[in-house]
């Protein structure tokens, strides 16, 4: 397990999704393939059980066993996830790109995992003092920007749920004041609140369902944006959010 990987662990993790997952990423680095005693070793785990995860994810498409040598091998699946990953880097790159063009600023895009908000991909500002790249980065969902924004058209209990399986507490008036800032005006701006002299704006990118699943956020020291500047921003922000969507759905 990574260092980030370690410090990002949730308060009550599930050991049998956290050996699943652990097996899964095992199988995805190792084209040449993953044998019992092998991801035994790995999970610290008995072969037997070892055997009943790597068939477990064979029964689902993500890893396939040759007949022959019974070596464990990447299946379909990965490939479809990770294909996947790779359009949406490919369609939201140039559209980050075009936004730090525009402001000057740090931009990403992230996706809810579980409780937390995920940065996929950022493009940095070219500016000497930045907010960084953050892709791979974290951040309880309820705390961060982007979090918001992916959690704003969720149900007050499932986002209370949320925070607290973040290791938070849950304020409901806080909860229904973020949802109602991105209901009116699309947007939600917060000052220092993760990270102190770091401000950020986002907005959400919406699936083919229609449900928020994506957040495009820009992150930069506060006051390098001026409070009259965020609108029109913002505004840019929608725009490439709604060509992402539309790319998105084809």
């Known amino acids: 397990m990574t260092e980030q990987a370690e410090r990002d662990q949730p308060a009550y993790p599930i050991g049998s999704v956290d050996k699943a997952l652990r097996l899964l990423v095992l199988v995805a680095e190792r084209p040449g393939g993953v044998r019992i005693g092998e991801a035994a070793s790995t999970l610290g785990v008995a072969a037997s059980t070892a055997h009943r995860l790597l068939q477990m994810l064979a029964l689902h498409g993500f890893a396939r066993q040759d007949p022959a040598t019974k070596v464990y091998h990447p299946g379909d699946a990965i490939a ?39 940065t996929l991909f950022s493009v940095e500002s070219p500016h000497m003092l930045r907010v960084g790249d953050r892709s791979g980065h974290t ?3 309820h705390l961060s920007a982007m979090g918001r924004v992916l959690l ?4 007050a209990e499932h986002v209370a749920a949320a925070v607290k399986a973040s290791g938070g507490q ?14 009116e005006s699309g947007y ?8 102190s ?31 009259d500047a965020v609108p029109a921003l913002a505004e840019s922000m929608k725009t490439a959010a709604a060509q992402l969507e539309n790319e998105l759905r084809r």
């Open 139 to 141: 951040q309880p969902a």
């Open 170 to 183: 849950a304020d409901a008036a806080e909860i229904a004041r973020h949802q109602k800032a991105v209901a």
């Open 80 to 118: 479809r996830l990770t294909n996947r990953l790779e359009r949406i880097r490919q369609l939201a790159l140039p559209l980050l790109s075009g936004l730090v063009e525009e402001c000057g600023e740090t931009a990403h895009l992230a996706a809810l995992e579980e409780a937390y908000a995920r």
């Open 188 to 195: 939600i701006l917060q000052h220092g609140e993760v990270e």
């Open 152 to 155: 704003s058209e969720w149900d």
């Open 197 to 227: 002299g770091v401000s950020a704006l986002a907005v959400p990118v919406r699936g083919a369902s229609g449900a928020v699943e994506y957040a495009i956020g820009v992150t930069y020291p506060t006051g390098r944006i001026s409070a």
